[in-house]
């Protein structure tokens, strides 16, 4: 986590963009709240869709870091297209499926071309278990910040409206028949709702 805020913190500093807005979905909504966190004074706003500060005690954490490690080793092992079939199949994603065939096909397609060793290696340095909890931090958060989820995602709504109750400045916005992937299950009002945030953000 740390060497990718760096490296996003590079990117801005080359590309001489000294705020911007924010937004991560799910594990980069984890680094984006990082980010957040370690330099509010980059940023105008922080969005968050389906995100979470993290697992909040030490045990929770070694049992996900010891899950995602029997998981990296099955992506080496049984490569791409098993772990995709495996992912397909969580009940996180089963709202997908009331997709158009020809989107689910092409989100299929691009998570065919990651690379076993990639992601496996995400599970290992991105996640969850070896992220610290940001819940106590939340607090000290001044920024601006649009959580949103999908009402059928009770799992992440019901962390955004936690975190609602202990950021500074948020607003929650749930998406109705709508799961964890908001962009994708609801592109227009989606997008809408983030222009709208924009612009009275700006």
Do not use: C
Request: hydrophobic fraction near 40%.
């Amino acid at each position: 986590m740390p060497a990718v805020a760096r490296d996003i913190h590079a990117l801005l500093d080359h590309l001489h963009i000294d705020r911007a807005h924010l937004l991560g979905y799910s594990m980069g909504g984890r680094l984006a709240l990082y980010l957040a966190l370690q330099r509010p004074d980059r940023w105008h706003s922080l969005i968050l869709e389906s995100a979470s500060p993290g697992l909040r005690t030490a045990a929770e954490r070694q049992e996900r870091i010891a899950r995602d490690e029997a998981l990296a080793d099955f992506i080496e092992r049984q490569g791409i297209e098993a772990f995709v079939n495996r992912w397909q199949s969580l009940p996180l994603f089963a709202t997908q499926q009331q997709l158009p065939p020809a989107t689910q096909d092409a989100h299929r397609a691009a998570r065919l071309r990651n690379r076993p060793h990639g992601l496996a290696n995400s599970l290992r340095g991105m996640g969850t278990g070896v992220q610290p909890s940001l819940w106590p931090h939340l607090p000290d958060l001044h920024l601006p910040t649009l959580l949103l989820s999908g009402a059928l995602d009770q799992k992440f709504t019901t962390v955004a409206k936690e975190m609602a109750t202990l950021l500074p400045h948020p607003h929650h916005q749930t998406f109705s028949h709508t799961g964890h992937t908001i962009h994708l299950e609801q592109p227009k009002p989606y997008a809408k709702a983030i222009q709208k945030w924009l612009k009275n953000k700006n």
